[in-house]
């Protein structure tokens, strides 16, 4: 298909098309001229990962510039594929957490820490276990994806548990 089909099927305009392609984000199609290329499937599954990535995955142009290039060069394990994918969409780190709770004077009751992080391993566990295993690229999709767009999911499920445990002990 030519720039304009692969524009129409993915509703991505022709400039945006030429950016990414400028930026290495999206690959070369089959030149047929010299102001002409030939685009394919592999093209249209490509934006849509670009546009997830700088979209909902809040992703900057570096990052998922650095996403992509490890799914074309994958490293030898999934782990470190994972890793990549991960850093990418790193926020904060827990140290910088429990560092801005001791500056707020806020005190975790005894054992909360240990709670916490059973119940994320437990999440983490899960999460790891449906990890696509048949290509890189879902595999980074899943884990980018799964990051930015569930966590919101996991923090209204947790503020929805504390009204309902609210109501019982206090309601």
Do not use: C, W
């Not at 070369?28 to 997830?52: K, S």
């Amino acid at each position: 298909m030519r720039i304009s089909e692969l524009s129409a099927q993915t509703e991505i305009p022709v400039a945006t098309i030429k950016f990414y392609l400028r930026e290495k984000l999206l690959h070369e199609g089959v030149r047929t001229a010299a102001t002409q290329a030939q685009y394919d499937e592999t093209h249209v599954a490509r934006l849509r990962l670009i546009r997830a990535l700088l979209g909902p995955g809040g992703l900057s142009i570096a990052a998922a510039h650095q996403v992509i290039q490890a799914i074309e060069n994958p490293p030898e394990s999934v782990h470190d594929l994972l890793g990549v994918a991960a850093s990418a969409v790193a926020g904060p780190n827990l140290e910088d957490a429990l560092r801005a709770l001791d500056e707020a004077g806020f005190n975790l009751p005894e054992g909360a820490l240990e709670v916490y992080t059973d119940h994320i391993r437990q999440i983490a566990e899960f999460e790891i276990a449906n990890v696509p295993a048949d290509s890189p690229a879902a595999a980074v999709r899943y884990v980018v994806l799964g990051t930015v767009l569930l966590e919101p999911v996991i923090l209204a499920l947790r503020r929805a548990a504390e009204q309902e445990a609210s109501a019982r002990r206090f309601g």
